[in-house]
């Protein structure tokens, strides 16, 4: 199994256990475990391959990631109740994810096109699809709109994997080195709670002043 074979195995696996987590925390049965688990887990990957027109999507040709997510829906299904904190337990799976997934779909974007804007496009976008999916099944506040930086750390993950592969650092590296800097900037944030500056309103013109 190559590094990035690992990487989307592994993204998938984590992301489904966030959605399985989403789902204890809305005390579902285990059917909605098994649908939020894999909504979240080939959600992102989904959607990417659909962007890049390949065909067939993922799962389709590889159904075995199917089979990782209803196998990981069930082990949360029985176990979330040991967790003292799903909550926290669910944030930093995701962030795991995340990282795996910012880098892969950053490889996949670019062995596709040859395009770094693409790959690090793909890659922002499978990182953070599966999250939002889940986020909008569940009712929770999506990742989009918390104050903790998420995305920024997808564009790093992706960058950074994407710059690397470009300046010829072999594959396992580069892909290392993209998964360490998205998780330890999503590390970070929940950390240390690092945020991006906000807008912030600025008060209205008097109608007069407005030439």
Do not use: N
């Not at 285990?30 to 390949?54: E, K, N, Q, S």
């Not at 979330?80 to 995701?94: I, K, N, P, T, V």
């Not at 790959?119 to 889940?134: E, K």
Request: glycine content about 12%; some cysteine; overall charge positive.
């Amino acid at each position: 199994m190559t590094i990035l074979e690992l990487l989307d195995y592994a993204g998938v696996a984590v992301f489904a256990a966030t959605g399985a987590l989403s789902a204890s925390r809305k005390q579902l049965d285990v059917i909605g475990f098994l649908f939020l688990a894999a909504a979240t887990g080939i959600g992102g990957g989904t959607f990417r391959d659909l962007v890049l027109g390949a065909g067939p999507v993922f799962w389709v040709a590889k159904p075995t990631y199917l089979i990782v997510c209803v196998a990981v829906g069930l082990v949360v299904f029985f176990t979330a109740h040991l967790f003292e904190s799903r909550y926290r337990l669910l944030l930093w799976f995701d962030a795991l994810g995340m990282a795996a997934y910012s880098v892969m779909g950053a490889a996949k974007g670019l062995a596709a096109t040859g395009s770094p804007a693409v790959a690090i496009t793909t890659g922002v976008m499978t990182a953070s699809v599966g999250g939002i999916l889940r986020d909008v099944l569940a009712g929770e506040p999506t990742i989009l709109l918390r104050p903790e930086i998420y995305v920024t750390a997808a564009l790093t993950g992706a960058s950074v994997f994407t710059v690397a592969g470009l300046a010829g650092v072999p594959l396992a590296a580069a892909s290392a080195a993209g998964f360490v800097a998205a998780f330890l900037v999503r590390g970070g944030a929940l950390r240390f709670g690092w945020r991006i500056p906000v807008y912030r309103p600025r008060p209205g013109r008097h109608p007069d002043d407005v030439m």
